[in-house]
């Protein structure tokens, strides 16, 4: 795997052993044959560094474990950091050949019922993993869903959710009425009505946007999950950290070119198929496991914690159980007439996913 543009010598030395492969021998059987020993170079575009902690869990170990069951004959060429295109214009490029693969952390934008997984109070941490791979299932299964994949020309191979995003502000914070009217920077389509419905005010910003404006006194906090605030130094400028308020998670996708994917052949479909299974399911647990760890880093380090009381969870969780009722109502309004369903597909997904977590 490299990371990085390639070399036009690379390149054309790709280009020839392909064309070797592809011209074949007296030895060769068969075109089948000749296909599964032909040399693939994917293309990956990310928004994320490589220290980023999804990225670590999730894309990084798929394009090693893909190259290594393939004994290094399907390779990755992995530009992170927003290097080939910004994070917003992925799904375009994969579009475009401009990338054959990439995270379609925006690919919310166009379908919004992605963010099904940002619903609160649907699982715990520890249960990220199971998540994780029922939301691969639901953008796999879901007609509405896979319907706009498959416009869109790309084939999800990993699917993850983060663990529940949680909240911090620059000021203290003892209970849930603490948070009414602070604005909190709040991405995708249901987070923020979920804020809102805490009695804060949702604030949309770049990530990359968010610590200046915190440091500025322009918004108040941010939600996020636990294991992400550490790549961004939010804690500088957030140092109250509520760690139980559980506001669901965020969908990470990451998805190849369809015009790829049908020039694999079977056993290279297939093994990418696997190992994007298996990836989803322990970028999620991976996550998870990294909570705890964390939370105990802040508190040694002066960050202040704060836990909600059983008293205060409930009144938390009795605001936002009009969270799906709301979002199901926007989206109905957008045009989703099967908003309704898709939410019961997801909750049904998922929970047959938990049965074996619990």
């Known amino acids: 795997m ?35 020993a032909e040399e693939v170079q994917i293309r990956v ?15 990084l170990p798929f394009m090693e474990e893909v190259e290594r069951q393939s004994d290094g004959r399907i390779t990755f060429e992995y ?22 693969m990439g995270n ?24 990220t993993g199971a998540a994780s791979e029922a939301l691969l299932d639901f953008v796999t299964e879901n007609e509405n869903v896979a319907g706009t994949l498959d416009e869109t020309g790309i084939h999800p191979l990993i699917c993850l959710t983060t663990t529940n995003y949680q909240i911090l502000t620059s000021g203290p914070v003892n209970s849930p009425q603490d948070l009414q009217g602070r604005q909190l920077r709040a991405s995708g389509n249901v987070l923020p009505l979920s804020i809102d419905a805490l009695g ?32 961004y130094a939010f804690t500088e400028v957030a140092p109250n950290v509520v760690v139980n308020v559980n506001l669901g998670g965020f969908p990470v996708c990451y998805g190849i070119s369809e015009g790829i994917w049908d020039e ?35 508190e040694s380090s002066g960050v202040t914690v704060v836990t909600f009381d059983e008293a205060e969870r409930s ?10 009722e709301r979002w199901i109502e926007d989206l109905e ?13 997801w909750k049904t997904t998922l929970e047959e996913a938990l049965e074996g977590e619990r």
């Open 2 to 36: 490299s990371r990085g543009k390639s070399t036009r010598a690379g390149i054309c030395l790709l280009a020839m052993t392909v064309a070797t492969a592809a011209c074949g021998s007296g030895d060769t059987d068969s075109g089948e044959e000749t296909a599964a």
């Open 45 to 59: 575009a990310d928004q994320y560094s490589t220290e980023h902690p999804i990225a670590v869990a999730s894309i």
């Open 79 to 100: 530009f992170g950091s927003n290097e080939l295109v910004e994070a917003t214009d992925i799904p375009s490029a994969i579009q475009d050949g401009i990338a054959d």
């Open 104 to 127: 379609l952390l925006y690919i919310g934008s166009v379908n919004p019922l992605m963010y099904v997984v940002q619903l609160p109070g649907l699982y715990a941490d520890p249960e």
């Open 200 to 231: 804060a005010v949702p604030v949309n910003l770049s990530i990359n946007e968010t610590y200046e404006a915190i440091n500025r006194g322009v918004v108040d906090g941010v939600s996020i999950s636990v294991p992400s605030v550490r790549e």
């Open 264 to 298: 694999l052949s079977p056993e290279d479909q297939e093994l990418m198929t696997s190992v994007g299974r298996e990836i989803s399911r322990s970028a999620g647990e991976e996550l998870a496991a990294t909570v705890e760890e964390q939370i105990a880093e802040w």
């Open 315 to 324: 009144a938390a969780a009795d605001a936002l159980s009009s969270v799906e």
């Open 333 to 345: 309004e957008s045009g989703i007439a099967d908003a309704g369903d898709a939410v019961e597909q």
